[in-house]
């Protein structure tokens, strides 16, 4: 049934909803019966300057939006970025997406990225004269809840059109906000979408599982757009074995051996031919044999590693409900990890499958004062215990290199290149290697922040030993972590150095004029290098 225009949108019970397509953004927002709308500009099919000018706008209370809240979110960040934090608006919003250029006001002719995406900026409205029809007075501008159009609704969608049947209020779209709609706006609060934004992130919390929000800084919410994905998503021209060819250890490798905790047989699992050599028992049991591996390894000759004692990653689950932890030799070094798959003869209890079960412990993304959001446990950690992976979109080089140019400046902290093994005997060189970028799909580890003196580490895990191309990211604890303590990591994942020479170096950086664009860091450490990429 078509609404007529002067008809109230905005029941706060609504069950007929926007479709987040259909929205191209948020003009401004008002409060009427104590409750929010906002006023959102319908898409046009290909926008041109007419069509933007023609655009239908209609006011929305927040329950026929819950279906495009990313577009209110969006709206009530740009306007908290413009504007210091004042009477309940929004707070810190350093993590939000980044800013768009915006067109100029009066260019017609040429279409601006801005109005490609929808975006009107408010200083269209001082060109009035392309009005078809001004706004006559405060008080009409009041009562009008369409403009340029009506609206339908049909089996719980909202819809709007163009109308020749129902009498409308024309007005040129590029013109509103209108200054007196901008006047409301900034004296009225978003705290109502910014509960139904915050209720929304927490519903896509729930999806994933074992994870919460805490915000103990402002009203803001993770940006609604960010989606959870559980397995890398494959880019153009990326590419991965079908674990169905990978090689998995046979015999002797068999089910339960061990007293059901999996394998045994450090010299003879196939799993382990790339894994690192146990140089402490070949010495001790083959010395000769060790002599020449340690030639071999110096020259840097090719080894035969057949038979060779290996390590196994993990150790064995330390009682009932104790997690399996990393082996001291692999917490300590960045040797890649060889877990066991699913053609592997050893069954599910073997204890070289951790990282493959996934995430056990219960996170938080919180905000920080001072570096947007973060990661902590609810539960306390200990040392070598697997965390969760690093996921995200799976794209070539070449792709990352394009995001990175056109992304804001911190960009490359969501980008990770999989080259643990540029350089060896492959052809993967870190121009071809795959790069994860988990900015807007991830998970819940795209949230953890930056330490110079970290408590976590990211390693190589590899379920197919002989695809160097890909492999999983993941996070461990590097210490004892007690419950609700932030979660970082290294960026760049840097050797140890005395307090001194960071102190030195972190000074020279911030005398140095190539790192006025840089990110400073804010991990507040002792060690601290004053700058993210430094
Ligand atoms: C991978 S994200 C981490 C999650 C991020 N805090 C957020 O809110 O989405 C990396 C970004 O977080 C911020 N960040 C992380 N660690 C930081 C640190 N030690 N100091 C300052 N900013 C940091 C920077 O903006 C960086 O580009």
């Excluded at 008002?30 to 959102?40: A, G, I, K, S, T």
């Excluded at 279906?67 to 969006?74: F, N, S, Y």
């Excluded at 050893?346 to 499958?353: F, T």
Aim: proline share 5%.
């Amino acid at each position: 049934m078509a609404r007529n225009n002067s008809e109230t949108t905005s029941s706060s019970r609504s069950t007929h909803k926007i479709r987040s397509s259909d929205i191209a953004n948020v003009l401004s927002h008002r409060l009427r019966d104590e409750q929010e709308e906002y006023l959102v500009r319908w898409r046009t099919q290909t926008p041109t300057a007419s069509s933007l000018r023609q655009a239908i706008c209609s006011w929305h209370g927040l329950s026929e939006l819950t279906r495009a809240l990313h577009h209110v979110q969006r709206y009530v960040e740009a306007r908290a970025r413009a504007a210091p934090p004042s009477r309940g608006a929004v707070g810190n919003i350093s993590a939000v997406p980044s800013k768009r250029k915006r067109s100029s006001p009066n260019d017609e002719a040429t279409l601006s990225r801005d109005a490609e995406l929808g975006i009107i900026t408010p200083s269209h409205s001082s060109d009035r004269s392309r009005a078809t029809s001004a706004i006559p007075s405060e008080t009409a501008e009041e009562a009008v809840h369409v403009y340029n159009g009506v609206l339908e609704r049909k089996e719980g969608w909202i819809g709007a059109k163009k109308s020749k049947r129902v009498p409308t209020v024309e007005i040129d779209a590029t013109t509103l906000p209108t200054p007196h709609m901008m006047e409301e706006a900034s004296a009225t609060p978003t705290k109502q979408a910014a509960r139904f934004i915050r209720e929304a992130f927490q519903r896509k919390l729930r999806r994933v599982g074992n994870l919460s929000l805490v915000n103990e800084v402002d009203s803001t919410a993770p940006s609604l757009e960010f989606q959870f994905v559980n397995a890398y998503v494959l880019g153009d021209g990326v590419y991965r074995a079908d674990p169905d060819t990978y090689e998995g250890c046979q015999k002797p490798c068999r089910p339960n051996m061990g007293q059901h905790i999996g394998c045994e047989l450090p010299r003879a699992c196939g799993c382990l031919e790339y894994a690192a050599v146990d140089e402490d028992a070949l010495r001790r049991d083959e010395p000769q044999r060790h002599a020449e591996y340690a030639l071999q390894m110096k020259e840097g000759a090719f080894v035969d590693r057949t038979n060779l004692p290996k390590r196994f990653p993990y150790k064995r689950p330390q009682g009932e409900h104790r997690p399996q932890t990393l082996q001291r030799f692999y917490l300590e070094s960045r040797h890649a990890i060889y877990e066991c798959n699913v053609n592997c003869n050893c069954g599910p209890a073997c204890k070289s499958r951790v990282v493959q079960k996934g995430r056990r412990v219960p996170l938080t993304i919180f905000k920080t004062p001072n570096r947007g959001w973060g990661v902590r446990c609810s539960e306390k950690l200990v040392e070598g215990q697997f965390i969760d992976t690093y996921l995200g979109e799976l794209i070539t080089n070449d792709e990352a290199e394009q995001r990175e140019q056109a992304g804001p400046k911190d960009k490359a902290s969501y980008l990770y290149s999989l080259d643990k093994f540029v350089g060896d005997a492959s052809d993967i060189t870190a121009d071809n290697c795959f790069v994860v970028d988990g900015q807007h799909k991830g998970g819940v580890t795209r949230f953890i922040n930056h330490s110079c003196e970290p408590n976590c580490r990211q390693y190589t895990v590899s379920f197919n030993k002989y695809d160097a191309r890909v492999y999983d990211l993941a996070f461990f604890a590097i210490e004892d972590i007690p419950a609700g303590k932030e979660l970082t990591f290294d960026y760049l994942d840097k050797d140890e150095e005395e307090e001194e020479e960071v102190i030195a170096k972190r000074e020279e950086a911030a005398l140095d004029p190539g790192n006025m664009d840089k990110v400073l860091c804010n991990c507040g450490a002792t060690k601290c290098r004053g700058f993210l990429w430094v």
